[in-house]
């Protein structure tokens, strides 16, 4: 029998950060690379190695493919060279790639711009014949008939699975760079199709990675609406996640099916609690639900037995000191049950980093090395209303002030008298521990959501 070639599809781990990120066991896997592997004919040998379980080690090859966030970018481009070295090719790709092709195409044979699904086949064959080019470009196709991930190569030390059930946003928010990489135009997949997948994930916890799983117009919510309708149907027992837009909260029947298929917590991009923040960048969703109507929004889905984690950003043009005290406040003392506070990011690809660039406000421009400082907790742009030092100093106090014990403790007990449900407010708990040893570099043992289950009086 004919020896297979041998494809090593790597996940890197920006190092500068090793000891401050979330514990592996709560993140979710490598999808990207799963799909890779699914979309790879079986005549290839696939592993793929993940560095969120290990520092990298040499493994041999016959081709390399990478993928990378902005903040571990430089690192791909090391391991890239490893293999370079020693005559074998690589391949890069993902959103940070896409953004910065002219970049990333220094260090690696080949580059694959936007989503892979369009061009991999290309890629291989033309790896096979010795006709690998610098650069490959995919198409947004639709996503009837999407490749399944090869979940059995992710680590099973991941508590998560995860699954993708659309792509793009018609939103434009001034920090983010899905609609640069995914398209403007909401892209679903077959309902019967995501069940047929759902139906051979044997985790019990599960994220729906879709930047907004209700969409934005009433076709897309009764999309979303047939899923978890469907899900029920089909008896697949889950407790999972998702992300969503503020607007869910508008839908009762949505709502209502999400939680008996087994939604448990949804992040909800907020970002701020002030107007003229909510303009600075661009959140339309927020501004024409209203700043006033918050606690409404998440009464409403906490009547659902769901808990809300909101993700706020700190350190905006509008943003004083005061303000960002202001929010880390509001944060503990809202509705909101798990809070992800983060530094605002100039990611490449975004309105955010074209502006700050062109007024020579970066902090970090020593590319491809310096994007290890772009992971969302540390000060890299100069802030219009404070300096750099006085807006990391403020951010550690409030993240002091939002992630001590005794405050999740008390935010648990009260999501858990909101929602009635103890999974809720448990997974909340657990989503604030975990960026609790963020914040502060802690290396707990990861929460075991079945056993704080059983100390809590419901189980719903």
């Not at 690379?33 to 016959?62: H, K, M, R, V």
């Amino acid at each position: 029998m004919k020896k297979k070639k041998k494809l090593l599809l790597i996940n890197p781990l920006n190092p500068y950060k090793r000891d401050a990120l979330f514990d592996t066991s709560t993140i979710s896997p490598p999808l990207g690379l799963g799909l890779i592997a699914g979309l790879t004919p079986d005549e290839w040998d696939i592993e793929i190695l993940d560095e969120n379980f290990g520092e990298f080690q040499y493994t041999p090859a016959d081709f390399v493919g990478i993928t990378a966030l902005t903040s571990a970018a430089n690192r791909a481009y090391q391991i890239s060279e490893i293999y370079r070295s020693k005559g074998i090719k690589t391949v890069l790709g993902g959103i940070h790639v896409s953004m910065r092709p002219d970049e990333a195409v220094q260090y690696a044979d080949s580059v694959v711009v936007g989503e892979a699904e369009a061009v991999w086949a290309k890629v291989l064959t033309d790896f096979k014949e010795d006709k690998l080019k610098k650069r490959y470009y995919g198409d947004q196709l639709p996503l009837e008939n999407a490749v399944w991930p090869r979940r059995d190569l992710f680590n099973p030390g991941y508590a998560y699975s995860n699954i993708q059930t659309t792509r793009g946003c018609p939103m434009n928010c001034d920090f983010c760079s899905v609609h640069t990489f995914n398209g403007n135009h909401y892209r679903a997949r077959p309902i019967g199709d995501v069940l047929d997948e759902l139906e051979t994930i044997t985790s019990e916890h599960l994220f729906f990675v879709d930047d907004n799983i209700i969409g934005y117009n009433k076709a897309s919510a009764e999309r979303a609406l047939q899923l978890f309708k469907g899900m029920i149907a089909r008896g697949i027992k889950k407790d999972w996640y998702c992300q969503a837009s503020l607007n869910i909260a508008d839908q009762d029947e949505v709502l209502k099916y999400a939680a008996e298929s087994g939604c448990k917590m949804i992040l909800i991009g907020i970002e701020s609690e002030k107007v003229e923040q909510l303009q600075e960048t661009n959140k339309k969703m927020n501004l024409k639900i209203g700043v006033e109507h918050y606690e409404e929004a998440f009464k409403k889905i906490h009547s659902h037995g769901i808990s809300v984690l909101g993700a706020l950003v700190f350190g905006l043009d509008s943003d004083t000191i005061q303000d960002l005290e202001n929010r880390a406040n509001y944060a503990i003392q809202s509705g909101i049950d798990a809070m992800q506070a983060t530094i605002i990011t100039p990611l490449p690809g975004t309105r955010l980093f074209e502006r700050l660039e062109k007024e020579n406000r970066l902090l970090f421009t020593n590319f491809p090395e310096d994007w290890k400082h772009y992971h969302f907790l540390e000060v890299i742009h100069q802030p219009k209303l404070m300096s750099p030092e006085e807006l990391m100093e403020t951010m550690h106090a409030c993240w002091s002030m939002m992630w001590n014990e005794k405050t999740l403790y008390k935010k648990m007990l009260k999501t858990l008298k909101a929602t009635k449900s103890a999974k809720a407010a448990t997974w909340a708990f657990t989503s604030n521990m975990e960026r609790h040893n963020t914040a502060f570099g802690n290396k707990k043992s990861p929460l075991d959501i079945n056993n704080m289950l059983n100390g809590l009086p419901l189980n719903r």
